[in-house]
């Protein structure tokens, strides 16, 4: 046995020191960062890989306002495919594989796939492949009969350009014609692409948008270290995952390696986030591996009870400051994932060397999370659960179509996380306009004029309680 000589310390037990600032105005100040080596964000917060956080619509609000969002692992491969191919369908500048139907097919067969794919256009063609109508959801807003054929309801006279029409043409053509939607077509007439006024408008709203090589809004995707998950990993790069979270709650271990270092062999230019790990060491052995970034947090977390149940953690600002101290000097960025409650603790974190922050139940209360909004003595609120918790695992048993967990089972469960309420909180926009002015602000008392120099200039003074006190609003009520 040893014991470490130095305390392990927390958010709460430090605050920044303020310094001498030449910052003209804080809100113009860049909070651009790195998610991995090769995934630039303008946006430092990740939206974490539970079920009661990220599923499509929380990623495609992350990446609009510049952050990502990591889909969780929690559902088939399938479903999870489902997940990704809707962010990367939510906004392009060209669709590069619309979806069509023949004049064969019936109104009925249309609102299936557009309630599968959330697709509000589906181009209809002929036998030969040549576009002849569209069905837009307007087209089946009040169509009843749903055994009609397409052909009766589609909108005939589709206007049509060439494949390699610029935005700007776009724009043109679309306003000139009246039109919402403009199929791609290429030398023979075939379908080649689509662009939507909905996604031209999108561009303009979201010039923050965190986007690949195509245009379309990125998104991260987590897998575990089963013997499946290497065909998982390769079904989510398929579908256009930008990249894969290794994601396990002991991620310096066996098991985490060999995963890391087979994905790393099998897919090279993947990028692949490792975790969770807590120490240096940890930090280095996934790095050795092939991890492109870093995830750390062991206990953490507001839903977790890993330390109490399992007595092992390291209070989070040491681990990032320990983790950071490694990982940065090669370039490699780290995620401090958990326990970030206010934007003060998400300036600690960067301060302290993460490149970003993951967010669990922050986010679990905004209107994107999945799950209902639900009202408990005239507040309203919405989950957010553990992936260690039974409630999790009970939904996942379920969703994988494993069938309910037997009284067995359930006795036999140690849970290491548990299933809270948390407070609404509107949209995720809002709030994360909140943590990036919090985080502005706090690079101007340190006179940080990007996300790397406050993690240089930051200098850390530790508090006691009564000063953890006299920071929160005392001898008031608040209201
Ligand atoms: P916050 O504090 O943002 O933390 O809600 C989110 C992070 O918590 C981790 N997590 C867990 N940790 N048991 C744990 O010990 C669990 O059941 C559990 N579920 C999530 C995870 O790292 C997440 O991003």
New binding site residues.
């Given amino acids: 046995m040893k014991i470490l000589p130095d305390l392990a310390l927390t958010y709460d037990d430090v605050l920044l020191v303020p310094q001498y600032s030449d910052v003209p105005s804080r809100r113009k100040l860049s909070t651009q960062t790195k998610l991995t080596q090769k995934i630039a964000l303008q946006a430092p917060i990740v939206s974490?890989?539970?079920d009661t956080?990220t599923e499509s619509e929380m990623a495609i609000a992350m990446a609009r306002e510049g952050g990502i969002g990591i889909i969780h692992r929690f559902m088939s491969i399938d479903d999870q495919v489902r997940e990704i191919a809707r962010v990367k369908k939510a906004e392009s500048f060209v669709v590069d594989n619309p979806i069509t139907l023949t004049v064969a097919h019936t109104v009925g067969d249309v609102k299936k796939i557009v309630e599968e794919t959330y697709t509000g256009g589906i181009l209809i063609l002929d036998e030969k492949g040549q576009i002849v109508g569209i069905v837009t959801t307007r087209d089946l807003l009040f169509e009843q009969d749903d055994s009609k054929l397409v052909s009766e309801i589609m909108t005939r006279d589709v206007v049509t350009a060439p494949r390699d029409t610029s935005l700007e043409q776009a724009e043109k053509i679309l306003h000139k014609h009246r039109v919402e939607k403009l199929p791609l077509v290429d030398s023979k007439g075939k379908v080649a692409g689509l662009i939507t006024l909905k996604d031209i408008m999108k561009i303009a709203e979201f010039p923050k948008a965190t986007k690949d090589e195509r245009g379309r809004l990125a998104v991260g995707a987590a897998v575990g270290v089963k013997a499946g998950d290497l065909k998982r990993v390769e079904k989510l790069l398929e579908a256009g995952a930008d990249c894969i979270v290794v994601?396990i709650?002991h991620g310096d271990s066996q098991l985490e390696v060999e995963i890391i270092k087979a994905i790393r062999k099998n897919f090279t230019s993947a990028q692949i986030i490792g975790?969770?790990v807590a120490t240096a060491e940890g930090t280095q052995r996934l790095i050795d591996a092939g991890a492109d970034a870093v995830?750390v947090?062991?206990?953490?977390?507001?839903?977790?009870?890993?330390?109490i149940?399992a007595g092992a953690?390291v209070p989070q600002l040491t681990a990032v400051i320990n983790c950071a101290a490694v990982a940065r000097p090669q370039g490699i960025p780290i995620i401090a994932?958990?326990?970030?409650?206010t934007s003060g603790d998400l300036v600690k974190a960067l301060a302290a060397g993460a490149s970003t922050?993951?967010?669990?139940?922050?986010?679990?209360g905004t209107d994107e999370s999945p799950g209902l909004l639900m009202t408990r003595k005239g507040h309203r609120y919405k989950v957010?659960?553990?992936?260690?918790?039974l409630q999790?695992n009970v939904a996942r048993k379920v969703r994988e179509g494993e069938g309910e967990i037997t009284q067995e089972e359930l006795e036999d469960y140690v849970?290491?996380?548990?299933e809270a309420a948390v407070p609404y909180r509107g949209s995720a926009r809002e709030m994360l306009t909140q943590l990036i002015g919090g985080l502005q602000s706090g690079m101007s008392y340190t006179n940080a004029h990007t996300v790397d120099e406050l993690h240089e200039k930051a200098v850390f003074t530790r508090m006691t309680e009564v000063g953890l006190r006299e920071s929160r609003p005392h001898d008031v009520e608040v209201m």
Avoid at 337 to 341: E, K, T
């Fill in positions: 974490a890989n539970m956080v994601d709650a975790g969770n995830k947090g062991v206990g953490p977390g507001s839903i977790c009870i890993t330390r149940v953690g994932d958990g326990g970030v409650r922050v993951m967010l669990g139940s922050l986010l679990a957010s659960r553990g992936m260690a918790s999790a849970s290491e996380g548990v």
